[in-house]
């Protein structure tokens, strides 16, 4: 049997070949897609670069371009001498970003610790202002303060905080100057006395830059400049420091010694009326903010604001009216015998009978009863025509916040009783600075000066052409060698006395008025002098408030500040002795001024 042929086995057909992709295709489509992309993007870079440009400008400048202030310096004030008695002194502030600051709260405790903040209410603070960029956490910081800012700042890494340059008013006289100089505010703008009062001058115009910060808020560049700080000016007064702190310790400590309410002292130069010294008591620190904003009446410069009844200081003034009208002379005679004179209803009374006393002698003893009697002698309008042009019931035209004009009534509206009182120094009111000033006058000659707190310069005619004659040369010659018996053994101002120098004044011990009449012992002790009585130099008012010991009359508690405010005050500007004495010529030449360092 043959064999069988073998099935022949089928291949299967081959699969067909893939189809070749469509580069083309994709191609096309990744070109319209770039193209696409590359048109938005020309078209958003055309829009940010030219139609959005100003906008983004703006913005960014808001983020990163600043207005900086450039400090300027408040104008110095300084003593006659040059010696500085107010003074701009750079501090540090602290400020922040609250936007950076209220994401860091842990921080807070420890920031608030080192300014001296309660934390709660800086919290509060920061909360309160979380959408603003600049915000002061505390100005003009101490140096501890600041150091402390920069430790939780380190230690923290607190972001959005930091530092600025302002200026500080620092009082180098402390207290002694307080009242005449005052203080500024946390703005740098005058509050209260000298620096109110010539706060135009003084002040300061900040400058104005522009700069560029970083994101820490920090200055990068200063871009320009956009107006240039303008200082303040300096200020010279006419006081000198030297005597000024002797006035001041020599006053405080006679209202302590007599446990007075306070007390007022004033120094004028006679050439010039320049006011030389002017303290007050009780005093207050301006260095101190708490004593800023306490007890107004310790803030008050009493010599300017406060008044008084001027009592027996009042009586040259008399004796110079009849002078001057040929009514009388310093032998003139007049009986003050048993010590008392009616008037109408009311009783005049010295307090010793003096008996038979010439013009002289009323202004030794200081007689009320020959006061009234000297100016009984004249009409009512030749005494307030005198009061009057001494400057009595008008401002001095110092120019100081508050100065008072005092009270002096037209001479239609006076009675008789009224009249005897104006004749011994009531029924009218004088500020210190009034009174000085008309002691000036009798110290001057009879001319009336304008006062000034402000240094005048040698040379300039401004001043005598406001000058005025009050009085004739005669006549306070003559009553200036009266005034001198008043500072001898037999006068009531024996305490006020000089060795070698001839002294004139006048004591007064006024009872003090209120608005339920002149109250029981309380009274005003004065003495008013000048020295040396030949041709005086300076002039001197001190007043004491209200002395609460045994001793009350202005002889014995304003008196003995006299003689030693003055004493000083002559080694001071450098006045021969015009009484010498061998021993005090010695030790005129070898006086130094008092240690500074020690007077409070």
């Not at 001498?81 to 936007?99: H, I, Q």
């Not at 013009?359 to 309008?381: C, E, H, L, P, R």
């Not at 004044?505 to 309380?522: D, F, I, L, N, Q």
Request: aromatic share 8%.
């Amino acid at each position: 049997m043959a064999d069988k042929p073998k099935p022949r086995r089928v291949r299967p057909a081959p699969p067909p070949p893939p189809a070749k992709p469509d580069f083309q295709l994709r191609r096309r489509l990744l070109v319209g897609v770039l193209s696409g992309a590359f048109v938005l993007l020309c078209g958003a870079v055309f829009y940010r670069q030219v139609i959005e440009t100003d906008f983004l400008q703006t913005q960014g400048e808001r983020r990163y371009l600043r207005m900086a202030e450039i400090p300027a310096r408040r104008g110095v004030i300084m003593d006659r001498n040059g010696e500085p008695l107010a003074v701009s002194t750079p501090v540090e502030t602290v400020w922040t970003d609250p936007r950076k600051l209220v994401t860091q709260p842990d921080a807070l405790p420890d920031l608030a610790k080192a300014l001296g903040l309660n934390p709660a209410e800086l919290r509060e603070k920061i909360n309160a202002n979380r959408e603003r960029g600049f915000l002061y956490l505390k100005r003009r910081v101490s140096f501890d303060e600041a150091r402390e800012v920069r430790l939780a700042i380190a230690q923290h890494k607190i972001e959005g905080v930091d530092f600025e340059t302002e200026y500080r008013r620092f009082y180098p006289g402390a207290e002694v100057f307080s009242h005449l100089i005052g203080f500024t505010n946390i703005e740098d703008r005058g509050q209260e006395g000298l620096e109110l009062a010539y706060d135009t001058q003084l002040k300061a115009e900040p400058g104005l830059r522009q700069v560029l910060h970083d994101g820490r808020q920090r200055i990068v560049q200063e871009i320009e400049q956009i107006r240039p700080p303008r200082q303040g000016q300096d200020l010279v007064l006419s006081l000198d420091r030297r005597l000024q702190f002797l006035a001041y310790r020599e006053l405080m400590i006679a209202v302590k010694k007599n446990q007075a309410k306070g007390g007022t002292l004033v120094v004028l130069d006679v050439n010039t009326s320049e006011v030389l010294a002017m303290v007050n008591q009780p005093g207050y620190n301006p260095n101190v903010e708490h004593e800023r904003g306490g007890n107004g009446g310790s803030r008050r410069n009493r010599a300017l604001t406060d008044v008084m009844e001027p009592g027996s200081t009042a009586k040259p003034f008399v004796v110079a009216a009849a002078l001057e009208r040929g009514i009388i002379t310093p032998t003139t005679r007049f009986n003050t015998s048993g010590g008392e004179l009616k008037i109408g209803k009311n009783i005049v009374r010295d307090t010793h009978n003096y008996g038979n006393l010439d013009v002289t002698g009323i202004i030794t003893k200081s007689s009320n009863v020959g006061s009234v009697k000297i100016a009984q002698k004249m009409d009512y309008a030749a005494l307030w025509d005198l009061y009057d042009r001494l400057g009595f019931g008008h401002l001095t035209g110092v120019g100081f916040p508050g100065e008072s004009t005092g009270r002096l009534r037209h001479h239609s509206r006076w009675r008789p009783f009224e009249h005897a009182t104006m004749s011994f120094g009531y029924s009218f009111s004088v500020t210190a600075l009034q009174l000085a000033q008309a002691y000036g006058v009798l110290a001057a000659d009879g001319m009336k000066h304008p006062v000034t707190l402000i240094k005048r310069e040698p040379g300039k005619t401004a001043m005598k052409r406001k000058s005025v004659r009050v009085l004739g040369v005669d006549t306070t010659r003559k009553l200036r060698a009266m005034m001198e018996t008043v500072v001898s053994d037999q006068g009531t101002a024996v305490k006020a006395k000089i060795p070698g120098y001839r002294v004139g004044g006048k004591t007064g011990t006024a009872k003090k008025a209120s608005a339920h009449g002149y109250g029981v012992k309380r009274y005003q002790s004065v003495f008013a002098g000048f020295a040396p009585a030949g041709k005086p130099r300076l002039v001197m008012v001190v007043m004491i408030d209200e002395p609460g010991g045994k001793d009350y009359y202005g002889g014995l508690v304003a008196a003995p500040v006299f003689q030693k405010v003055m004493e000083g005050a002559l080694r001071f500007f450098n006045v021969p002795p015009d009484d010498p004495q061998p021993s005090m010529l010695l030790a005129h030449q070898g006086d130094e001024e008092p240690e500074l360092k020690k007077v409070p």
